[in-house]
């Protein structure tokens, strides 16, 4: 309920979380890690459309939205160690083109935890990803949602292209943008990718390369779905035996290609970056053992791809194959970590004014656009505060929290007689002027007042979170207000004005649907207590 998950019952005294640490179940895509700290790259959007909040979509829904899984939407497609398919679909309630991977139930027996994992992977936003905005568990079938790419893969662009080869500045792009995708993943928590390859990197309908979400998510619940070619595994996953048995497996691997099945870690990860590296100079499959060769034997030129016809800087090349030899060291600890490539890769980028669709030879891919919809309207009748959330009338919201004072905080702090220190006094001193401010309309001097009491920590109000949202949105800074609106949530998980105050800042922040959800979620609320106060 809410925008954010009600863990803390009202009477509870949670410990003091800093600004933006909120548990979102439904995060505003305005709200996401990047843009709170001020990432230029999170800023920069996602190619012009906002990533709609993950959700749990019902097999009906996918159904309709990919023909019945029809055989002509399949877009890729993998082995026999991992069962599992990927459809083009497009929704018919928003016309936004979708992915849709399909798991098999061996793969993911539980559907409590592949929900888990879809969850967890769904949290990460960032435009240099195809993110992740659904999945689905309906009965044995799992699937995962996620925005879909209509240029083609990595893979398609430098092994099997027709038009014309990938252009230098370009390969630079993509080995930066996809550097970025994975220090961002790292930075997040969530570092391991899984099988990483040219078929992972997607073009957007700009052009601009991603990284698949759904490589974040494993191919199988006993986590042992690194799934790639021997000859291009990790070295850490053929440890055992001695170095003469291992070099016989990887020559024959060269020629064979079985597949290999291990556990991915961080480092598994950058030497797979590594191999896609070698793609880029390369613009063929070389397996990193020849590759390594060529670099020791300081036989560059022979390792680039001749279709770039040496329209390329030697000394970029020369850096590039230096970070490629490190990714792909034998030992684990002496590869580069993410934030090493991004800071390498960063400086070299050139043309940075050319869109991506020019580099690539390719059409601007124009999204069908959504149809215009009419405004949700709440479906239970609103209260005095309802109506003027509903009406945006700040000036009533005001008069109405003015009038409500602190009864509404009651029970949400149990504090022991320690507690009431010379700090104490001074806390409440500056919630009282806060509460002076407010009233007579200074707001600016309000939320420098009622931060200080926030900082204190000692003591949680709902009241103060709801007014600050309020003087936040006086002072026309929506996202602030929507953060204090969430954690007056938090500190009271069901209190009908926190909704309200969401509902308020979702409505300037133009994201009408989710204001209505609020308005409705707090007046059930409401309604609920009222048939609880009667006799």
Sequence with gaps: MGCCGSSLRAGTHPAKKPPGALPPRRPPATLNHHQATGSSAARAGTAGRQVPPMKEFSLAELRAATGGFAAENIVSESGEKAPNFVYKGRLEATR???????????????????????????????????NLIGYCCDGDERLLVAEFMPNDTLAKHLFHWENQTIEWAMRLRVAYYIAEALEYCSTEGRPLYHDLNAYRVLFDENGDPRLSCFGLMKNSRDGKSYS???????????????????????????????????????????????????????????????ALEMIKGNNIQVLMDSHLEGNYSTEEATTLVDLASQCLQYEPRDRPNTKKLVSVLGPLQIKSEVPSYVMLGIPKHEEEEEPPTPAPQPQHPLSAMGEACSRMDLTAIHQILVNTHYRDDEGTNELSFQEW???????????????????????????????????????????VYARRSLCHLMCDQPDAALRDAMQAQCVYPDWPTAFYMQAVALSKLNMQSDAVDMLNEASQLEEKRQKNSKP
């Design 96 to 130: 936004r083109a979708i992915a849709v991977k399909k798991f098999t139930k061996v793969a993911w027996p539980d559907a409590k935890q592949f929900a888990e994992e879809a969850k967890g992977a769904g949290k990460l936003r960032h435009c240099r990803m195809a």
């Design 228 to 290: 790639t070619n021997l000859a291009y595994t990790p070295p850490e996953y053929l440890r055992n035996g001695n170095r003469m048995a291992k070099t016989f497996i990887l020559r024959i691997a060269e020629c064979f290609m079985p597949a290999l099945i291990g556990r991915v870690t961080s480092e598994s990860v950058i030497y797979s970056f590594g191999t896609i590296l070698l793609d880029l100079l390369s613009g063929k499959r070389i397996p990193p053992s020849r």
């Design 421 to 463: 220190t010379q700090q104490m006094r001074d806390m409440l001193e500056a919630r009282k002027r806060g509460d002076f401010a407010f009233r007579d309309k200074d707001f600016k001097a309000a939320i420098d007042c009622y931060t200080q009491f926030v900082d204190v920590g000692t003591m949680v109000s709902p009241t």
